[in-house]
């Protein structure tokens, strides 16, 4: 009776092998489900929007006039067909500012989750494969840090920092990598004694190599999962922040500034509260179809 006996190189190439097809079959199960095709044409629109705001917004967003304030959207009469979603208070036209508030709400959003990645992988990567005393202060430090609100917690750091683009991004990125570390941490345990870490290690890769080559390719598909999760979640807090009044500060248009001025109106103008919060529901409900779809279909145990 013969046994085969697999070399150590053809382990691993089984291994890379085995993710290509799974790559292949996971884009294919996305693109057929519709709800995740809709939300990412959602998406698709809010990012160009974004992109090219100074290009395809109808007005400046901070050009006031009080001869049109509180014109109504286009389908009420007394409208101008100049401003499709009305203005506001001091005349600035609703769907400019939309357009590009659009622009802070996603460099807050993704920044802030490159932030908290960058922190919470490698956190999780050194904690999982070092083990004993830095796992267990790594993991004291999480759970210390998850003990108190995020939204709390970043408030009162905007509020002594002063109100800013930057402190909205580095307050937001450091509050919310403690998911990535305990996520990427367990992953790093189950990962770390498989046959194809065993295969490199008998190859003779060394620590930094089987990080970086082995084991940190098989947690994407959990940090692509997390990460777009945790872009809308971003918003909703920054959004938050700007309509309590901490938020980029006045030089942008936000969303939610835009609904804290509009809501002492909302009996009058009822458009402007209205519109930038539908713009935020749209697009944490579009970045969450496709999360949530990313995540079905990155989950081999769902058919």
């Not at 932030?115 to 990567?125: I, M, Q, Y």
């Not at 999982?128 to 609100?149: C, K, Y």
Request: with cysteine; net charge positive.
């Amino acid at each position: 009776m013969s046994v085969d006996i697999l070399s150590p190189s053809t382990v691993a190439l089984e291994a890379h092998a085995t993710v290509v097809a799974e790559r292949s079959r996971t884009w294919r199960k996305l693109a057929r489900n519709p709800a995740a095709l809709a939300g990412a044409v959602i998406l698709l629109v809010v990012i160009c929007a974004a992109v090219f705001s100074p290009y395809v917004a109808p007005h400046d967003p901070t050009r006031q006039s009080l001869i049109r304030r509180f014109t109504p959207p286009v389908w009420v009469h007394g409208s101008n067909t100049s401003y499709p979603l009305g203005t506001d208070q001091v005349g600035r036209d609703i769907l400019s500012r939309i357009i590009y508030g659009a622009r802070v709400s996603l460099v807050v959003g993704i920044s802030a989750v490159l932030v908290s990645l960058t922190v919470g992988v490698t956190l999780g990567l050194l904690s999982g494969f070092l083990r004993g005393r830095v796992d267990t202060v790594i993991m004291t430090v999480v759970d210390v840090t998850l003990s108190f609100p995020q939204l709390l917690l970043a408030l009162a750091f905007v509020a002594a920092l002063g109100p800013s683009l930057l402190t909205i991004i580095v307050v937001l990125g450091l509050t919310g990598w403690e998911r990535y570390a305990r996520v990427v941490r367990a992953e790093v345990l189950a990962l770390r004694e498989k046959d194809f870490v065993e295969a490199a290690r008998a190859m003779g890769a060394g620590p930094t190599r089987l990080l970086l080559r082995h084991l940190l390719p098989n947690t994407f598909s959990s940090i692509i999962v997390m990460s777009t999760l945790q872009v809308a979640q971003a918003i909703l807090q920054e959004a938050a922040l700007s309509f309590l009044g901490v938020g980029t500060g006045n030089a942008y248009p936000t969303w939610g500034q835009m609904i804290a001025l509009g809501r002492d109106f909302v009996t009058v103008a009822w458009w402007l509260p209205t519109f930038p919060g539908l713009a935020i529901l749209l697009t944490v409900l579009a970045i969450n179809l496709v999360g949530d779809r990313l995540r079905d279909a990155l989950d081999p145990r769902v058919g």
